[in-house]
């Protein structure tokens, strides 16, 4: 495989391009690949010094609750018993010993020892994986392409999907796993289970060309085997013993047995061109799964998009962005600034286009700033010099530009794509670029409004603040507030977040110098939480974001997003009339909604006392969609709904309609709404008939 890669490339006339790319470090070809590795994790003759290391950590007091202290102590052990585990390896380890009966779950070991935590700090679990370069079914004809379009700046790699590059994080493991959808999945889950995450709730992302390019019964196998992966994931205890595990169902059947699977699919996010949309595609997509389309409009201006041969406008991509609406669908938006033919000031008059038209308004952006890549017709202009890419400073300047206004009821996934530095060749090359530009913004007193600057578990977004929880001396729990690169300021930081004043001693604390202990929990924290409710116009229809924050909107615990349109129904019969629940989030750490279940190998399940989730914010904000939707006229509510979250909804009274799977909940009549309005008009009368009472009195007496 690698070497036909390398000499596509040379053949394409990009062998420089391929110089540096990494070598794959391995192959699997079956799901028996994947478990042999992992179990492979541990050397035995690592095992005794890891139990020994494991127990020192479960017994210290306190027990190890940040990086520092977990360093700390494992620079002590690593000088013990000459070896250098990693985090995964000692958490494997834990893991045994607790399933065992060694030792007794240690809460602080497991956070202190999980990798890469906010992974799993927005509520869910995001599991990426890629579609074929040569999409085929069951070894049938192979399609040569996957896209049918050829925009100038998207790269075309052999043997890549079209847009994207190989030695990309997310493509390289779809190389390892031959682009099958199950052994992507069933890797990444697994690692990331490894690594400390509750892999329970997975919100899968599919990317690699246009969706709608591919051949139908690619698409739906596909789907299939996604469902089919993670109903079977945790079956390999079978794969071990060399028992035959299940074949694939139908894409239905694979959908009703995730429902009650303990990996549940709670999401399904597609991407594709605006105009691809039209109804038969929205009935393909919910017959999928899908709860999310990514859209690429890439810029707003028509003579930029000719430039870069985009092949549509801006209208249909308003088409496309009601269409889906109005159908119930969640909404990202891919926008690209530098683009051939775009300055700065071009930039900025797109991203004030996106944020003020009420038929571009989307849930969620991606910006990728236009990098100059091998495979793109681009690089001929760079290379020729009739394409300039605008300097560093001024596109820092754009993303001020747009992160400052934007609306907070968008969230910015991305700011900068990972593209690897031996793929640039021109354009910004400053993968923390989001970093500075928050950095830039803080200095001249500006901040971003957006939802993933604000959610709860990336407190540390407006003031790069890491939160950790620590245990005082009388297991009191507290929130440890540390500011990297020192502790100045840190006063004004608590008071922005409305934390109480820290201890004196805390500050003068060496092994706190650089943060303070707080007193309040992000329990204690969430009790402030109020209702917010924000209104605006979007793609004919009315969208109410309500969401759950603190009083002065830093940080923000759950939304909801519900539609009122003028046009539902267009599609599916069962939406008309019908009010939408587009959206429903809770942030935090993720929790697993299952944690009975016995712990083995690498399966886990996460109950943190500090996560947000089950905490009873879903619930209130879905009362509140229900009383505004039923206040508005509707007799009926529909949720747009991951096929591993109809549990939930069944739960709150809704019934899954076949036509679309969506699930609805008939809405009783507002009579308490009503009676309130009434008795209000009617206090009002009587009082005005009361003071022209008093009036008319007085004026007689006076007469008299």
Excluded at 429 to 446: I, S
Excluded at 562 to 575: A, H, M, Q, S
Excluded at 671 to 699: A, E, T, W
Aim: hydrophobic share 35%; aromatic share 10%; with cysteine.
């Amino acid at each position: 495989m690698e070497s036909s890669l390398r000499t596509d490339a040379v053949q394409s006339g990009d062998p420089a391009a391929v110089a540096n790319e990494r070598p794959l470090h391995y192959v699997n070809t079956q799901i028996e690949d994947i478990y042999r590795r992992l179990d492979a994790m541990i050397p035995v003759e690592m095992i005794p010094a890891l139990e020994a290391m494991v127990l020192y950590l479960v017994q210290c007091d306190p027990v190890p609750s940040t990086e520092r202290e977990l360093a700390k102590s494992l620079t002590e052990l690593r000088k013990k018993f000459k070896i250098s585990p990693r985090k995964a390896q000692l958490l494997h380890t834990y893991r045994r010993m607790f399933a065992t009966g060694t030792i007794a779950r240690c809460i602080g070991v497991e956070q202190v020892l999980t990798t890469k935590a906010s992974k799993s700090m927005s509520g869910v679990l995001v599991v990426t994986v890629l579609t074929s370069p040569y999409p085929s079914v069951n070894g049938g004809k192979k399609q040569k392409f996957t896209c049918e379009w050829n925009c100038y700046f998207c790269p075309n790699q052999p043997g890549q999907p079209r847009s994207y590059l190989r030695d990309e994080p997310a493509v390289l493991r779809a190389n390892q796993n031959q682009f099958d959808p199950i052994l992507q999945f069933t890797e990444r889950c697994s690692t990331l289970a490894a690594n400390g995450h509750p892999v329970d709730k997975v919100e899968v992302l599919v990317l690699g060309g246009t969706w709608s390019s591919y051949p139908l019964d690619y698409r739906t196998a596909f789907c299939r085997d996604l469902y089919y992966a993670a109903n079977t994931l945790w079956d390999y205890e079978k794969v071990r013993g060399k028992l035959s595990v299940r074949k694939p169902k139908s894409l239905f059947e694979e959908q009703i047995l995730n429902e009650s699977a303990y990996t549940k699919i709670i999401g399904l996010t597609l991407e594709t061109r605006p105009d691809a949309i039209c109804p038969q595609e929205i009935r393909r997509l919910r017959e999928y799964g899908c709860t999310r389309v990514q859209l690429g409009l890439q810029h707003t201006n028509p003579q930029v998009l000719k430039k870069i041969n985009r092949g549509h406008g801006v209208e249909e991509a308003k088409y496309a962005l009601r269409l889906l609406k109005d159908n119930c669908f969640k909404m990202d938006l891919h926008l690209m600034p530098n683009l051939p033919g775009a300055n700065p000031t071009v930039d900025k008059e797109m991203f004030q286009t996106v944020l003020y038209d009420p038929n571009l308004q989307v849930d969620q952006w991606k910006i990728y700033p236009c990098e100059v890549t091998p495979w793109t017709v681009i690089k001929k202009w760079f290379d020729e010099g009739s394409y300039i890419p605008y300097g560093e400073d001024d596109l820092r300047q754009v993303l001020i530009y747009a992160k400052s206004r934007v609306h907070p009821w968008i969230r910015l996934n991305r700011v900068i794509r990972d593209i690897p530095s031996n793929y640039i060749l021109g354009g910004l090359d400053a993968p923390n670029m989001r970093e500075d530009v928050l950095a830039t913004m803080r200095r001249n007193g500006l901040r971003c409004r957006c939802i993933r600057c604000r959610e709860v578990g990336d407190i540390s977004g407006l003031n790069q603040i890491d939160i950790q929880q620590k245990h005082a001396a009388k297991n009191q729990h507290l929130l440890a507030l540390s500011k990297p690169g020192g502790s100045h300021n840190i006063r004004r930081v608590f008071r922005k977040f409305g934390v109480e004043q820290a201890q004196k001693a805390a500050l003068r604390s060496r092994a706190n110098r650089e943060g303070v202990l707080a007193r309040r929990t992000s329990q204690q924290l969430a009790a402030t939480a109020i209702i917010k409710r924000r209104i605006y116009k979007a793609s004919h229809g009315t969208e109410y974001f309500l969401s759950f924050e603190t009083p002065d909107e830093l940080i923000i615990f759950a939304f909801l997003r519900l539609r009122i349109c003028d046009t539902p129904g267009t599609v599916f019969p069962c939406l008309e009339p019908c009010a939408l629940i587009r959206e429903l989030h809770v942030y935090g750490q993720l929790v697993a909604a299952d944690t009975r279940r016995n712990w083995f190998s690498f399966k886990t399940a996460t109950n943190f006392s500090s996560a947000q989730q089950h905490r009873g914010f879903g619930r209130r904000l879905m009362a509140d969609a229900e009383s505004i939707a039923a206040r508005s006229g509707y007799k009926k509510i529909a949720v747009i709904s991951g096929v591993g979250t109809r549990g939930y909804y069944r739960r709150l009274g809704y019934v899954l309609n076949p036509d679309g799977n969506f699930l609805i909940k008939q809405l009783p009549f507002p009579y308490l709404y009503y009676l309130r309005y009434f008795g209000c008009i009617i206090c009002f009368i009587s009082v005005f008939f009361y003071v022209l009472d008093l009036l008319f009195n007085s004026k007689y007496d006076h007469h008299h």
